[in-house]
């Protein structure tokens, strides 16, 4: 089968800005990464060996002057020796290691320098959803006119209804054609509002009231020319926790982030351990040094209030700050949070699957790859990573740590 992945920057911006962090703070760190399929999908038989020969096509992916030409005039706050970096990396199949039970399930196991291995996830994961909508038919049966007509109805809802929203849905695309025609359906709908908008859509001056931020994928930012979304991920204060402890984690990735991007980036994933234990040592300095916080778990409108809460507490104006709102969602519960939070912060959102993977007859896969095993160096033990989050049924990784860390943090 011919190769899904064929551009490293078919990934989303957070791989790229998280890789430069680790370059920076924990060069020498080895990592695990587990793949886990919340649905417990069984895949049919001969499906390792179709993702293992996608994952050796990728040794072959280089990064091209164009791509590098684009990020290092979109991404500013990354360095110009960091692409001379991405000029010499290749992705290295040994790293990943796939196998298949007898009842079908998938086992994946990314291991080695972290650096390296935090550029498989978004690949892995898009491949895997790419293979089983061909494998089940849905490609086949893909209908492009409704489906694009679909495309275009929910952008002229988004930017009609007052939403600041991008796409994030890379990981559990339909596939990278649909993709890429989601991406460029929102951009010329948002570039022509002349062409599409209804009475009460656009302001005054004839624009939507709502805005295009972009996509996560940086390859289709830059042919689409549109900002590349995404600062972190998890991984980064999962890590940490073993680094640091549990209480502190947050606030030194908070700090070791700033410092690396000098204030640049500034929308902080808060989540990992759950609010609680992040509210309870956020600091004033950190608070107003970063642009704002990512909820990504938990319920919308209880976390909106902790975090105007928790900025008044500080003497900040939640107004001044942004929160971008990316859990699950779907175009009416983003105006439904939209409505709630009626200006009290800047409210901006990620939607991933509903917009990527909304394909009739189709059903989208629920995988995710995550941090399980890290160590700050080749000569130090290997440690247990895991995830909280705000959900119980976000956590990942050791259940035995989850449950020690759950306790603790009571």
């Not at 947050?250 to 609680?276: E, P, Q, T």
Request: with cysteine.
């Amino acid at each position: 089968m011919e190769a899904i992945i064929r551009h490293i920057t078919d990934n989303d911006l957070y791989t790229f800005t998280c890789q430069y962090y680790i370059l920076e703070t924990y060069p020498r760190a080895e990592v695990e990464y587990t793949f886990y399929d919340r649905n417990r999908t069984v895949y049919p038989q001969g499906f390792a060996a179709l993702l293992q020969e996608q994952v050796n096509h990728m040794a072959d992916v280089v990064i091209t002057d164009e791509e590098i030409e684009f990020m290092s005039r979109r991404c500013i706050f990354l360095p110009l020796w960091y692409f001379t970096f991405l000029k010499g990396y290749r992705f290295n199949p040994a790293e990943v290691k796939i196998s298949q039970n007898a009842e079908g399930q998938l086992d994946i196991n990314i291991r080695g320098k972290w650096f390296s291995t935090i550029m498989w996830e978004m690949p892995i994961l898009s491949c895997i959803s790419e293979l089983m909508h061909t494998i089940n038919g849905d490609v086949d049966r893909y209908d492009p006119v409704v489906e694009e007509k679909k495309a275009f109805e929910k952008s002229v809802q988004i930017f009609g209804s007052g939403l600041v929203l991008g796409d994030m849905g890379t990981r559990r695309r339909f596939n990278f054609s649909h993709h890429e025609m989601v991406v460029r359906t929102m951009k010329q709908v948002f570039d022509h509002p002349e062409l599409y908008a209804g009475e009460g859509m656009t302001d005054a001056s004839g624009k939507w009231t709502g805005k295009f931020t972009g996509t996560s994928n940086v390859w289709l930012a830059m042919k689409y020319d549109c900002a590349a979304l995404g600062t972190m991920s998890h991984q980064l204060i999962s890590f940490e926790e073993n680094v640091s402890g549990v209480f502190e984690c947050n606030f030194n990735v908070m700090k070791k982030f700033s410092d690396v991007y000098d204030g640049d980036n500034g929308i902080y994933l808060y989540d990992c351990f759950g609010d609680k234990v992040f509210f309870s040592n956020l600091s004033k300095r950190m608070a107003m040094m970063y642009k704002g916080l990512r909820v990504d778990s938990g319920d919308e409108f209880e976390q909106t209030e902790k975090i105007i809460t928790k900025y008044r507490s500080l003497g900040i104006d939640p107004t001044t700050k942004q929160v971008c709102y990316s859990n699950g969602l779907n175009i009416d519960k983003a105006i439904e949070i939209h409505k709630f939070v009626d200006g009290r912060v800047q409210d901006s959102y990620g939607i991933g699957t509903f917009l990527t993977c909304d394909v009739e007859n189709a059903q989208p896969m629920n995988i995710v790859v995550k941090l399980t095993r890290g160590r700050i160096t080749e000569l130090r033990e290997w440690k247990d990573c895991v995830k909280l989050s705000c959900d119980l049924s976000k956590n990942l990784g050791n259940p035995a740590k989850c449950a020690y860390l759950k306790e603790l943090l009571k």
